[in-house]
C-alpha cells in the first residue's frame, strides 16, 4: 500500500520524549481501531498501528486501508503513552500509565517556549519597554512636578506630554511600542500550541485521575 505524510505539513522539530526506533512491534495491535491525533489538534485520523519504523510510526487508515507514516512527535500526549506502552508490550496498568503519563508531559513542558533566544526575548523586550516609559516619565518630572503627576496618573497625559516634548521624548515612545510591539507578536506564535497542549494535557490528567479512582 501506498505511504503518505499525514498530520497535516510537517514540522523540523523533534519533541523530547522519543519512541525506540525498529522494524516491528514486540506485540500486533493491528485489531484495535482507534482515532488518532496530531499535537494541535487540529488533524485526526481512524485507523489502527501497523509497525514503527526509524522515520515514523506507520498507522492503516481505516476509511481506504492507505497506510502513513507519521512522525513520533506530531502525535498527542495520549497517544504517545498509548505508543510507548505497545512498544514496551505492556497492558494498560495504573501505575505505568501514571508514570508515563508524568514523564511524557513534563518532556513535552520543557519544549513549550520555542527555541532559548525566544525565551530570553519575551522576557527582555517587555522590561526594556518598561524602562522606556519610565525613562519619559523621569523626564516629565525634571520639566514640571505637575507634569510628572499628571503623566504618571491621568490616561493619556503620558502621551501628550510626548506629542509636546516629541524631540526630547518621541524615541522612546517609539522603542516602547517596539519593545512591546514584538513582546506580543511572539506570544501569539507560543498562544495556539500553548493551548493546544493545555487541552491535551487536561484530557490526560482525566483518564489519569479516573484510574488513580479506580
Not at 510510526?57 to 506502552?85: A, C, M, T, W
Not at 533566544?117 to 523586550?125: E, H, S, T
Not at 504618571?152 to 503620558?158: E, K, M, T
Request: hydrophobic share 45%.
Amino acid at each position: 500500500m501506498a505511504q503518505s505524510p499525514a498530520f497535516g505539513p510537517e514540522d523540523a522539530t523533534n519533541g523530547n520524549a522519543s519512541m525506540a526506533t525498529s522494524n516491528r512491534l514486540p506485540v500486533d495491535p493491528a485489531t484495535q481501531v482507534r482515532e488518532w491525533r496530531d499535537n494541535t489538534g487540529n488533524y485526526r485520523i481512524t485507523g489502527t498501528l501497523k509497525s514503527d519504523k526509524p522515520e515514523g510510526v506507520v498507522l492503516v487508515k481505516e476509511q481506504d486501508g492507505q497506510s502513513i507514516i507519521v512522525p513520533y512527535h506530531r502525535f498527542s500526549v495520549r497517544d504517545k503513552i498509548y505508543l510507548n506502552l505497545v512498544h514496551d508490550n505492556q497492558e494498560y496498568s495504573r501505575d505505568r500509565m501514571q508514570a508515563l503519563g508524568t514523564e511524557i508531559v513534563n518532556a513535552e513542558l520543557s519544549g513549550q517556549s520555542g527555541p532559548p533566544w525566544r525565551r530570553w526575548a519575551l522576557l527582555l523586550l517587555p522590561v526594556l519597554g518598561i524602562i522606556c516609559g519610565v525613562t519619559i516619565l523621569v523626564q516629565a518630572f525634571r520639566r514640571h512636578i505637575l507634569w510628572g503627576l499628571a503623566t504618571l496618573f491621568i490616561p493619556f497625559v503620558y502621551f501628550i506630554f510626548v506629542l509636546v516634548n516629541v524631540r526630547e521624548s518621541g524615541k522612546y515612545l517609539f522603542y516602547q511600542v517596539l519593545c512591546f510591539g514584538a513582546a506580543a507578536y511572539l506570544v501569539t506564535l507560543e498562544l495556539p500550541q500553548t493551548l493546544s497542549f493545555l487541552q491535551q494535557l487536561i484530557e490526560v490528567s482525566g483518564e489519569l485521575g479516573m484510574l488513580k479512582r479506580a
